[in-house]
T-cell receptor, first 111, second 113 residues
Framework: EDQVTQSPEALRLQEGESSSLNCSYT??????LFWYRQDPGKGPEFLFT???AGEEKEKERLKATLTKKESFLHITAPKPEDSATYLC????????????FGKGTHLIIQP | KAGVTQTPRYLIKTRGQQVTLSCSPI?????VSWYQQTPGQGLQFLFE???????NKGNFPGRFSGRQFSNSRSEMNVSTLELGDSALYLC????????????FGPGTRLTVL
């Protein structure tokens, strides 16, 4: 069974304090790993898609990396507006299945 | 390009009633997926429609159903509502090929009393 595990569940950082979020996955035949950001009461906002081990993508203060077993979302010098829940997901099963999501990391950046 | 839209944004129903939620995908996207999000279970896949056909289904009871129209708009129906159906229902659209990015709408918050 496909599994996605995110850690830590919650993370509180000071503004400017860099850190990394982890997403471990178990899936037969990775067909992409997706990172989303979700603000309370809103739908997930797409951040990155990674397809192969070694791939990296960057957007502003965020950088996502992928290995054969896990992905990291690195946050450099975060600001309070980066506070959100960060979700990772993988397509499950064969064919165009739905996404299997991790439970997310709730990130709080204190000014 | 307009994003995914969902209507209504909020709904309050009572147990035993049924409800229909609507989703309009991004223009050009042929796949619409539905998800249920609750604090305890997180985001869970309900089903996916592509070219008016249900292509995949998650592990939910038959009370949850959907359909897709020729313009790719989709509706989701929940019959005989239970208290545990209270959740944020999200739809996402994509081009429909394996590994394509799914873009989410704002969700419909359903409360069952």
């Amino acid at each position: 069974e496909d599994q996605v595990t995110q850690s830590p569940e919650a993370l509180r950082l000071q503004e400017g304090e860099s850190s990394s979020l982890n997403c471990s996955y178990t899936v037969s035949g990775l067909r992409g790993l997706f990172w989303y950001r979700q603000d309370p009461g809103k739908g997930p906002e797409f951040l990155f898609t990674l397809y192969s081990a070694g791939e990296e993508k960057e957007k502003e203060r965020l950088k996502a990396t992928l290995t054969k077993k896990e992905s990291f979302l690195h946050i450099t010098a975060p600001k309070p507006e980066d506070s959100a829940t960060y979700l990772c997901a993988v397509p499950s099963g064969g064919g165009a299945d739905g996404l299997t999501f991790g439970k997310g990391t709730h990130l709080i950046i204190q000014p | 390009k307009a994003g995914v839209t969902q209507t209504p944004r909020y709904l309050i129903k009572t147990r035993g009633q049924q409800v229909t939620l609507s989703c309009s995908p991004i223009s050009g996207h042929r796949s619409v997926s539905w998800y249920q999000q609750t604090p305890g279970q997180g985001l869970q896949f309900l089903f996916e429609y592509f070219s008016e056909t249900q292509r995949n289904k998650g592990n939910f009871p038959g009370r949850f159903s959907g359909r897709q129209f020729s313009n790719s708009r989709s509706e989701m129906n929940v019959s005989t509502l239970e208290l545990g159906d209270s959740a944020l229902y999200l739809c996402a659209s994509s081009l429909g090929q394996t590994g394509d990015t799914q873009y989410f709408g704002p969700g419909t918050r359903l409360t069952v009393l």
